[in-house]
Nanobody, 124 residues
Framework: EVQLVESGGGLVQAGGSLRLSCAASGFAFRDYAIAWFRQVPGEEREGVSV????????AYADAVKGRFTISSDNTKNTVYLQMNSLKPEDTAIYYCAAAFPGMLRLWVRFYEHWGQGTQVTVSS
């Protein structure tokens, strides 16, 4: 059974940092693209960042470039999202998602496996 479990969300002041984790199981981790999405209630889910675990290639949404860094630890089947210089507009539920084959896409419809999400709240 494919499982994606997010952790690391919380409340932080503007300018602060958080690191999210996505622990994956039940599939061939190294063959997939693992991405982070976020969603504010009432709005569409948007792509934040994606990594191809096989070669470490990455992509980012313009809104987070230079502030967020995605990485993977293939020995632990875990993907991380380091979020620095957080802004109130980063407040959302953050979801981890997996897609095969591994391609640098941030389209919601491309991803077939999803975690349950973790809340990130940035206060001003």
């Amino acid at each position: 059974e494919v499982q994606l479990v997010e952790s690391g969300g919380g409340l932080v002041q503007a300018g602060g940092s958080l690191r999210l984790s996505c622990a994956a199981s039940g599939f061939a981790f190294r063959d997939y693209a693992i991405a982070w999405f976020r969603q504010v209630p009432g709005e569409e889910r948007e792509g934040v960042s994606v990594i191809i675990t096989r070669d470490g290639s990455t992509a980012y949404a313009d809104a987070v470039k230079g502030r967020f860094t995605i990485s993977s630890d293939n020995t632990k089947n875990t993907v991380y999202l380091q979020m620095n210089s957080l802004k109130p507009e980063d407040t959302a539920i953050y979801y981890c998602a997996a897609a095969f084959p591994g391609m640098l896409r941030l389209w919601v419809r491309f991803y077939e496996h999803w975690g349950q999400g973790t809340q990130v709240t940035v206060s001003s």
